[in-house]
Structures are given as structure tokens and as C-alpha cells.
């Protein structure tokens, strides 16, 4: 809920820059944005239902992004996203035989569009709205197939999405960034963008 009221605030932010900036000089820009993000949603929602005790390692999300700004405050694109997890199925309990060990990734493509709410010389805050889809996969190594089944789910696409606000630190060309938000990209991100080709129209 504290996510969902930070990004109502940002987007709120938002509606009077948007407006101002019908007034400004128009400039077209691209950039492209690399992080890491912890706790995104397809390691919780995503896991099949196995009744065995299991530990979970979770590595967190890696998201590549690209977008085209048609001014200061709207840009468009896509995001790219990769989750992967392995998890240890035992027995009735940590210290018990082991049953398997299941090897999941989840891979989303989603479409995006960037309000910058607040453009300032070193600083940006904008929000962020993602959706698509999203593709995972099982690799399962049964250590006791003859004792214990693990029957692997039959879905293996779903919808994906995000929705976030972030601040950026930097320059018109360079900026590490910090992102809260909910959805594949995690609750919480780190990462670095670069802009490039700008110029006046």
C-alpha cells in the first residue's frame, strides 16, 4: 500500500509538468536504462504448488529498458525483465531427504510509458507503467523419483506489469537511479541510465 500511495503521489506531480510543457520547446530524446530490483512479484506469485516443506534462494530482477521521449516529460517503449530462482523441496522439514531441486526463470517484455514529473538540472522524479507478458520455465532434478512426485505446471505465460516512481541523479546524459514500485521490475531497483541523440525541433 505504502508503494501504491508513492506512485499516486508522483503521478500527481506529473499533471501540472505535463501541462507547462505544452508551452515549452520540444525535444526528442532516446535512452536506455539497466537495474537490478529486489522482491519482484514473480518470485512470490509464480511458484508451483508443491506439498513438500522447501528453501526458496531468490536472486532478484535484472531489467533492460529503452525509451523515446517525445519531450522533456513523455517518453514511450519496452523493458525487458529476468527473474530466476532455485528452490530445495525436502521431506517434512529443512533436515529431511531431499526430494528435488527446481530451477525456475521468468522472462517478461513489457511495454512502458515514462512521466518525468520533475525535471531539474541533476535531478528527475517520474513515474513509470509497464505491461505485457511474461514467459517462465521449470528445470527439475529429481533426486527421489521413485519415492516422492513433483507434478510441474502446465502455464507457463501469464500477465506481467509494473508500476513505479523513481528519482534519478545525475546529468541530461548520465544518472543512477532509484526505483519503488510494484510488479515484475521488484518493489525496490538500482540501476543506471543514458540518454543520447538529443536535440531542439
Not at 33 to 51: F, K, R
Request: aromatic share 14%; net charge neutral.
Amino acid at each position: 500500500m505504502k508503494n501504491i500511495l508513492l506512485i499516486i503521489l508522483a503521478l500527481a506531480l506529473c499533471l501540472p509538468t505535463l501541462a507547462q510543457e505544452q508551452d515549452n520547446e520540444r525535444h526528442v530524446s532516446n535512452e536506455i536504462a539497466l537495474s537490478y530490483g529486489v522482491h519482484p512479484i514473480s518470485g512470490d506469485d509464480y511458484l508451483p504448488s508443491v506439498p513438500y516443506s522447501y528453501y526458496l534462494d531468490k536472486v532478484g530482477a535484472f531489467s533492460g529498458s529503452y525509451t523515446h521521449f517525445f519531450n522533456k516529460v513523455v517518453g514511450v517503449g519496452g523493458t525487458y525483465c529476468f527473474d530466476y530462482r532455485e528452490i530445495d523441496y525436502r521431506y517434512h522439514g529443512t533436515n529431511n531427504p531431499l526430494v528435488c531441486n527446481l530451477y525456475e526463470s521468468c522472462h517478461s517484455l513489457m511495454g512502458h510509458v515514462k512521466l518525468n514529473c520533475i525535471n531539474k538540472k541533476h535531478f528527475t522524479l517520474y513515474v513509470k507503467a509497464d505491461a505485457g507478458l511474461c514467459f517462465w520455465g521449470y528445470k527439475l532434478e529429481e533426486f527421489q523419483p521413485d519415492v516422492f512426485g513433483v507434478n510441474l505446471p502446465t502455464k507457463h505465460c501469464c500477465f506481467a506489469w509494473q508500476a513505479a516512481a523513481g528519482v534519478e541523479v545525475g546529468n541530461d546524459r548520465i544518472a543512477g537511479f532509484l526505483q519503488w514500485g510494484v510488479g515484475m521490475e521488484g518493489n525496490y531497483s538500482l540501476g543506471i541510465r543514458y540518454k543520447f541523440k538529443n536535440r531542439a525541433q
